[in-house]
């Protein structure tokens, strides 16, 4: 059985497909509806999509995403800021779908570099997974961190991203049922608990 | 915690092969050997920098890149001299004629806010931002000193100093003995023409003032500048400066006290005008959404200070203002400007400040300030000289620092004389120039100047001009677009409605909402002056045109000649019709928005430039401070003065005489006696023997 933290991943990911995109048709076709949405395949149109409806289309080089994907200097420039931060409260938000997107371009990279044969392809995409590596590390610390003290919980939630926020929600609940069960009833809610 | 000195053992040794090996094969996005090119161009160039981006050596080198924010000096040695060995390899006669090559790194990834400068960062590399507002003039700083040391046995003999491979901090010492002959006695004397010197300048760097936070004084930072970086910024511009962070004593009495400062390596002047307020694309689609709206200028006028009832054109005037028109430079050169300035003079309480701060809010780069100023720059900018260095400075002003966007500045009639002066060339040609104490600086000032001013007499007297009733020159007066007169007169039915306004204000706080969020109505702002460029539609220019020929024609068929309107005003039709079409969007200027700024301009003209007099509208009100009916009496006046001087013995006209001649002529004696004043007072006529007056020639 899945577990909660399983389906919200999962939701977050679902909404990252589903975002609008801005999309420029690229190629005449027929008109196509999926689920109610009429699209209307003229070339030179642009419109919004669903991600995953985008992406779709231009695998099959119909369309193309007008918005700039994450590149290695965008994630270069994440991984200072990361990296400097000292305590939670330095932490900086990252951007909307960060972690989505930083495996999107990971993985299309990787997958460029084996079909083109391009070492520089594929240093990139290393680079890259190697930032996003130490970024999830430290990020992971500062969460772990923050677990001793609700008020570090409170003032870092807001700065989490959707998946570090379910993550740290989820061992914050585990970590809660554990002393339930390991510690005396009088001594189960300490000053640093709820009930 | 690891030591400073394991770090470097550790992580320093390679830093020069890292970096030349940096520069050897950094390749970028297309492929290119992108600092292979610099440097190759900079052979070419005959420059002795390389400017490097810190994101291209942190994808690199990660770990060299951390070390140069922690270790800048030492980093920056070993790179100086991988950059020399490299240009050895390239152009070796270019390497020996060079003493020292520069790395200059730019475009750090997080910019640290001159608030947050600390002493945690001395010996750091940094990025700030901020407004340059003052800086010397540029001075020859020595690198390496040459002594002459003269002993009775020896003789005298020449030495560098400090020795090989240092090179000369804040203070030059005096060798404490001769390197040559190792004697600490006889003379030392420094030879200034024999010793390396650079340039050298200092620059004071202050937060922007969106940046400053509420009720707080800006803070600010000196900044040093060398060698090529001298001279490449002015006072008001907006630059982002990378450095190293250091100290120095702040006065020589207590010398435990230390002042931050900023050892520039690096300095760029940020061209993008208005790129400070910060449009997403959810903002961008939620503007166009707005732009759409058909009621949109009637939401963004709404939207001007809520919580102030009525005042409807001045609130048209100001949101106009805050789009502003197009700036045009013709091809010889000729600048016109987009500003429209826009003056408020109203009896006290009419709520003008609350405007001006309102709109200091909502205008990028928007600033509020009275006539006096904050600074001693005031609303210009001034020389002054620094107490405890004594060194000159050039210190931007209010108009200065607004460059590019909007100063809203309350009571203007109370400005400095000094700036009575500038403000005329700021507000017509956006410079300010000064030349004082060998300073010789022309500004940018391209401010769009939205000001308040209460009237002289503490009530606005309707039965006197415009420039009667405020303490402004008619030459300032004549610069602006539009100037409304706020009256605060008795009306029953008004006052109730102004006063249930008032108290339901009271009442309820939180119903006061505007039409347009201030932040969304900012970025809407922001965005139109960026992106929209309109240009006059013939059906606009016929209407613009029609009016303007109208206008000038009553002047034709009216016995006393009044000038209703003149080419200042066709330009600023121009500006308002554009600010207009600006407002929606728009990238023409359609006959819908030629008709509003016509309107507009009816009422500054009805309003302002009315001859009480005659009953007509004289736009020499406010060009020459008196109507034309006026005019043409004050010129009989000085033709009956000099007629009577001619026929009376004395050679000078009595007053009595004067009033006698003018009054069978219809002319007043009062106006008689202002008259005399005036010209007295402009130097036409002098008072020859009591009271009686000839024409001075």
Redesign the interface.
Known sequence: MESRLDIMLELVELEYMLRPVRTMIIRDADTIEIDGLKVELKKGVETELPYWLARQLASKDMAKLI?TPIS??DI??L???V??AKTPSDLEPLPQYFYQEAKTVIQDLEERARKELNP?LFEESQ?MMQYLVDIIDKRLTMILQSLRSPTTIAELSSRLAPEEATLLSHLNTVLRKWKEKVLPRHQRFGDNDEP | MQSMPSMLEESVIDAKERFFEFLRSF?DRT?NYKYRDRVRQMITMGQKSLIIEY?DL??FD?KL??LLIDMPDEVLRQASEALKEFVESEAPEYAESVGKFHVRVRSL??TLPLRKLRSEYIGKLVMLEGILVRATPIKEKITKAVFIHCTRDQGCHEFEWPPEGELVGETLEKPPACPICGSASGTFRLVPEKSKLIDWQRIVLQERPEEIPPGQLPRSIEVVLQDELVDSARPGDRVTIVGVVRVRPDSAKRKAIYDLYIDAIHLEVSQKLLEEVIIT?EDEERIKTLARDPWIHKKIVASIAPAIYGHWDIKEAIALALFGGVPKVTPDGTRIRGDIHVLIVGDPGTAKSQLLQYVARIAPRGIYTTGKGATAAGLTAAVIRDKTTGEYYLEAGALVLADGGVAAIDEIDKMRDEDRVAIHEAMEQQTVSIAKAGIVARLNARTTVIAAGNPKFGRYLTNRTLADNINLPVTILSRFDLIFILKDKPNPDEDRRVAHHILQVHKETEKVKPEIEPEMLKKYISYARRYVRPRLTSDAIKLIEDFYVQMRRMSLESSDGAIPITLRQLEALVRLAEAHARMALRNEVTTEDAEAAIRLMKAFLESAGLDIESGKIDIDIIMTGKPRSKQEKFTRIMEIIEQLESESEEGCARLRDIQKRALSEGIESNIVDEAIRTMRRDGIIYEKSLGCYAIVR
């Open positions: 918005e290695l200097e270069a420039r991984h200072f800021s990296i400097s520089a680079k | 390749r492929g994101n942190y994808i990660t890149a951390r990834p997080r694309r």
